[in-house]
Structures are given as structure tokens and as C-alpha cells.
């Protein structure tokens, strides 16, 4: 059974700072992996799809890693600003079973000016 | 223009009501979802839809039922209202059951009294 991990659960850091987010994954037979931002009290923005044959994906100041087969993606966020301050979520799509996207729980993230 | 859209945004109600979410996306997507968010904000799938046709059902107690009159519309009718029905319901569709990007409506905050 897929379980997605992200670690850690809340992160606060200054303006300015260059961040990493983290997301393990048990099964490493996924289609893709997808990261979203949630704000509070809203829905789900999708940030980044990295298909299992990619390696990373590039959105303006985010940059979203993907191996495998070490079960391991990672959301880099560079010269972050306040406005970044959000909850991610990781989420996979496995190979059997694969209309069931699985997420973790997500990361919050805080932004201090 | 919003993209997935879901009415209404808040619903509250008493235990044994019946109540009504619905979901409309204009993307030309085939596949529509419905997920749930609970209070420690892990997103569960509850049911899928491709083109109509239900693709996924996760084990959701039978007092919820989805209804796709077309496969732009998903809406979901939940009887008898408990209280841990409480929670964050959030629409979303994709291209293709399998691989698509997945894009989320707002979400409906329903509370059970």
C-alpha cells in the first residue's frame, strides 16, 4: 500500500531564504507526482506535475525534484516571500490503482517578513 | 473563470438532515472526483467518475451518493447527516482517470450540529 510522508510538518523561516520541502513515498511504481499549495480555507492550486520519467520541473521559483527510486521528491523554493506562506501537499499517482492520487499530509510553511 | 467550481462553500446543518454539494468544471475534462478533508487535513478520495461512469467508490458509507448528470457535473447527496461527516469536501477533475493533472475546486465546509 502507497503512504506518502512529508516531513517536516511545519516549517517557518525569514524572507529572503532559499527552502526545501520534503516528500517520501514507500512504492516506488508511480505515474507521476504532483505538488499543490493549499491556503487557508481554500482549495488546492496545482504547482508542479513531474512524470515518473522526469527528473525535475521548473515553475518560476519553484523547482521540484523527483527520484524514484529512492521513494524521494523535494519542492525547492528559492528567495521565498511572505506570499509563499501555505500548506504543501505532495501527492502520487501509483501504477496499480491509478485513478487514486495519495497524499501526504502536507508541510505548512510560514514566510516571516 | 473559475475552473472547478463547487456551491456551496459553507453548509451547516443538524444531524439526520439531508444535504446537497455541488460541482461543475469547464476544462473539458473527462474524469471528476470527490475527496475529503478532514480535521487533521489528510485528503481521501471518495468517488471517481469518467465520463459518467463510476470508476471508483472508496468504500464510502451508502448514505453518500454522487450523481454525474454530465461529465462536467459531479454533485454528491449525503442522508442522514452523523457528525463525523464534518469536514472539508473538495471536487476536482483531470484530463483522463490515470495520468491527468488534477485541478481542485474551493472546497464545501460542511458542519454537522
Known amino acids: 500500500k502507497q503512504e506518502v510522508t512529508q516531513i517536516p510538518a511545519a516549517l517557518s523561516v525569514p524572507e529572503g531564504e532559499n527552502l526545501v520541502l520534503n516528500c517520501s513515498f514507500t512504492?516506488?511504481?508511480?505515474?507521476?507526482l504532483q505538488w499543490f499549495r493549499q491556503d487557508p480555507g481554500k482549495g488546492l492550486t496545482s504547482l508542479l506535475l513531474?512524470?515518473?520519467?522526469?527528473r525535475e520541473q521548473t515553475s518560476g521559483r519553484l523547482n521540484a525534484s523527483l527520484d524514484k527510486s529512492s521513494g524521494r521528491s523535494t519542492l525547492y523554493i528559492a528567495a521565498s516571500q511572505p506570499g509563499d506562506s501555505a500548506t504543501y501537499l505532495c501527492?502520487?499517482?501509483?501504477?496499480?490503482?491509478?485513478?487514486?492520487?495519495?497524499f501526504g499530509q502536507g508541510t505548512r510553511l510560514t514566510i516571516n517578513p | 473563470d473559475t475552473a472547478v467550481s463547487q456551491t456551496p462553500k459553507y453548509l451547516v446543518t443538524q444531524m439526520g438532515n439531508d444535504k446537497s454539494i455541488k460541482c461543475e468544471q469547464n476544462?473539458?475534462?473527462?474524469?471528476m472526483y470527490w475527496y475529503k478533508q478532514d480535521s487533521k487535513k489528510f485528503l481521501k478520495i471518495m468517488f471517481s467518475?469518467?465520463?459518467?461512469?463510476?470508476?471508483i467508490n472508496e468504500t464510502v458509507p451508502n448514505r453518500f451518493s454522487p450523481k454525474s448528470p454530465d461529465k462536467a457535473h459531479l454533485n454528491l447527496h449525503i442522508n442522514s447527516l452523523e457528525l463525523g461527516d464534518s469536514a472539508v469536501y473538495f471536487c476536482?477533475?483531470?484530463?483522463?482517470?490515470?495520468?491527468?493533472?488534477?485541478?481542485f475546486g474551493e472546497g464545501s465546509r460542511l458542519t454537522v450540529l
Open positions: 476536482a477533475s483531470s484530463q483522463n482517470p490515470a495520468a491527468g493533472e488534477l485541478f
Open positions: 512504492d516506488s511504481a508511480i505515474y507521476n
Open positions: 513531474i512524470q515518473s520519467s522526469q
Open positions: 501527492a502520487v499517482r501509483p501504477l496499480q490503482g491509478a485513478q487514486k492520487l495519495v
Open positions: 476544462l473539458g475534462h473527462d474524469t
Open positions: 467518475y469518467n465520463n459518467k461512469e463510476l470508476i
